[in-house]
């Protein structure tokens, strides 16, 4: 064999494993021999890798030599979730149920019954001016209202229909009473 057939084959060997370094991301065109098994030399034989991810997670494959008989598995059925029991109470607002950072999904969701304070009150029509002061309702949107109708409590007047007309009542609630008439007309009416 002459030196200039073995040289030739060294290249042909060179550049079957340059090609081969390059399409791995780990050589350039322009790499020596000895850059070339210097690289080769610095791969880190990682075996036979097995790695189990869950959803949602990524597994990052180690750079160097792998042997070929690993696996990276899912993980079948939930079998190994680490799944998560929610309670919430319900709101006027529409709200996700999800599970916390760590969790997988959720084991069960418990809604707890809706409280007195988001009861359906979309069909009441009273408003403030219909409710008595010093007493609260709900409207319509679930806001508190005060009652604005005063309060005057019992009423007691006398009327004397000779000189008036009528008698003027306060506006509001009153707890009752009379409108009594003065002895003007009785008199008045004795004399005729």
């Not at 180690?62 to 680490?82: E, I, L």
């Not at 959720?106 to 408003?127: C, G, K, N």
């Amino acid at each position: 064999m002459s030196v200039a057939s073995e040289v030739s084959r060294i290249q042909t060997d060179r550049n079957t494993i340059r090609n081969a370094l390059i399409e791995w991301g780990q050589a350039q065109t322009t790499d020596t021999l000895d850059t070339l098994a210097a690289t080769i030399s610095g791969l880190q034989n990682r075996g036979a890798v097995d790695v189990e991810v869950q959803e949602g997670q990524t597994y990052t494959i180690p750079q160097g030599y792998h042997n070929g008989s690993g696996t990276v598995k899912g993980v079948a059925g939930g079998g190994n979730y680490q799944l998560q029991a929610k309670s919430v109470t319900p709101t006027k607002n529409e709200q996700s149920v999800t599970p916390d950072e760590g969790k997988y999904g959720l084991s069960s969701v418990t809604v707890a019954a809706i409280p007195e304070a988001y009861q359906d009150v979309t069909s009441v029509t009273a408003s403030a001016a219909d409710v008595l002061a010093n007493k609260v309702i709900i409207d319509s949107t679930g806001q508190t209202v005060a009652g604005t109708i005063p309060v005057n409590g019992p009423v007691s007047t006398t009327f004397d229909p000779l000189s008036q007309t009528s008698v003027a009542i306060a506006a509001g609630y009153t707890t009752g009473g009379s409108v009594t008439l003065t002895g003007d007309l009785e008199s008045a009416l004795a004399a005729i």
